[in-house]
């Protein structure tokens, strides 16, 4: 694979992160872009970042993308664009003004410089399954309508339309939609951190609603490898993808996985059932395997005790930065 200069966005992220890693680790050269403080977890992000620093191939730079000068930033073959405020739950009410600022407001200023650049770079923006809404008896494909059913999802959705707008104009740009990421480093306000940090507490696991929603949990590993393929792989502009896994896991299955790896009796702390939040997510990823050759290699149950074992790792105490949580796609051996 030809080496690439690659502008990550998002890279004290969860997913940045490990993208920012996985791609220094393949040989690119790689620009790595965040605004710590404009996390929604800022103590998670600070330690990503930090442990960005000392990476060979990884050169920081702390930008807010809603307000910054982008022109030069985007000098690059590739941006691969994470950063953003993600969250059904927090972007209700004052929540919403976030995600406009940090999904919208910041997705059109980094097209319009990149489509302003001397050599415009290819642009991979993540989405999200929930602007499909919730699945009916068969997996979402990529054209199917969309059905935003919170801010957050509505911003994501505007966040695709800016990107089709600029393929128009002939930016080259692929979209990546999403399923429910987990695996080490999970952002800490979703699901899996919350239940796992919980069990390891030995507290109650706080599930939103009755916990017979389902979701198409697709491992970071995975994502990065979809990721990585899409950001290196020359795909006709405009091109959307669905990067989920096939299958769909009642959220009280995963409970039950857990609580095995964890070695818990699974005691839950019910809570009111998010407004927005789909009843089943599930995704048709097809599209991603006839054009990057990606399908998702990692079972629930194999990436969920990945999960566990990062968390332990973490209550133990830190690590070298180099080494803390990095997923097999970028882990050292
Ligand atoms: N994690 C998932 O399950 C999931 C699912 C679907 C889609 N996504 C999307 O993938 C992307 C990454 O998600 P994540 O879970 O890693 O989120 P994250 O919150 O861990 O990472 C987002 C990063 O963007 C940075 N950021 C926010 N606003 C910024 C700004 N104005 N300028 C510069 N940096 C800014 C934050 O500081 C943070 O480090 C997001 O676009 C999210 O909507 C994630």
């Keep these: ?37 404009r ?82 770079p290819r642009v991979v923006v993540a989405s999200s399954s929930s602007v499909y809404g919730s699945a009916g008896g068969r997996p979402h494909t990529e054209r199917d309508p969309l059905r935003p059913a919170s801010p957050y999802a509505a911003s994501k959705a505007e966040m695709e339309r800016l990107t089709a707008e600029a393929a128009v104009r002939g930016l080259p740009t692929v979209v990546l939609r999403y399923f429910s990421v987990y695996g080490p480093r999970q952002r800490p306000d979703m699901a899996f951190h919350r239940f796992i940090e919980a069990g390891l507490a030995g507290h ?32 006709p502009p405009g091109t959307v993808l669905n990067v989920g896994h096939p299958e769909h896991v009642p959220v009280r299955a995963a409970i039950d996985l857990l609580a095995g790896l964890l070695g818990v009796r699974p005691r839950i702390d019910h809570r009111a059932a998010v407004r927005g939040d789909a009843a089943r997510t599930w995704a048709d ?35 070298p930065a180099h080494a803390s949580g990095a997923g097999t796609a970028g882990r050292p051996s």
């Design 39 to 120: 996390s929604a977890s800022p103590a998670a992000a600070r330690v990503n970042w930090a442990g960005l620093a000392d990476r060979p191939g990884v050169h920081r730079v702390e930008t807010d993308l809603a307000v910054g000068d982008l022109t030069a930033l985007v000098r690059a073959d590739v941006v691969v664009h994470l950063a953003g405020r993600p969250g059904v739950r927090s972007s209700w009410g004052a929540g919403r003004a976030a995600a406009v600022r940090d999904n919208v407001t910041a997705t059109r200023r980094l097209l319009a410089a990149c489509a302003a650049a001397a050599a415009p």
């Design 1 to 37: 694979m030809r080496s690439v200069r690659a502008v990550v966005t998002g890279a004290a992220g969860f997913v940045g992160s490990h993208v920012a890693e996985a791609m220094a680790h393949a040989g690119h050269e790689v620009v790595a872009v965040d605004a710590p403080a």
């Design 204 to 235: 109650p696991l706080p599930v939103f609603g009755d916990g017979g929603q389902s979701r198409a949990f697709t491992h970071v590993d995975d994502v990065v490898a979809a990721t990585v393929a899409a950001a290196t792989t020359g795909l």
């Design 285 to 319: 990823s097809g599209e991603a395997a006839r054009l990057l050759g990606w399908s998702p290699r990692i079972g629930l149950a194999e990436g969920l005790a990945d999960q566990v074992a990062w968390h332990r790792r973490r209550a133990a105490g830190p690590e």
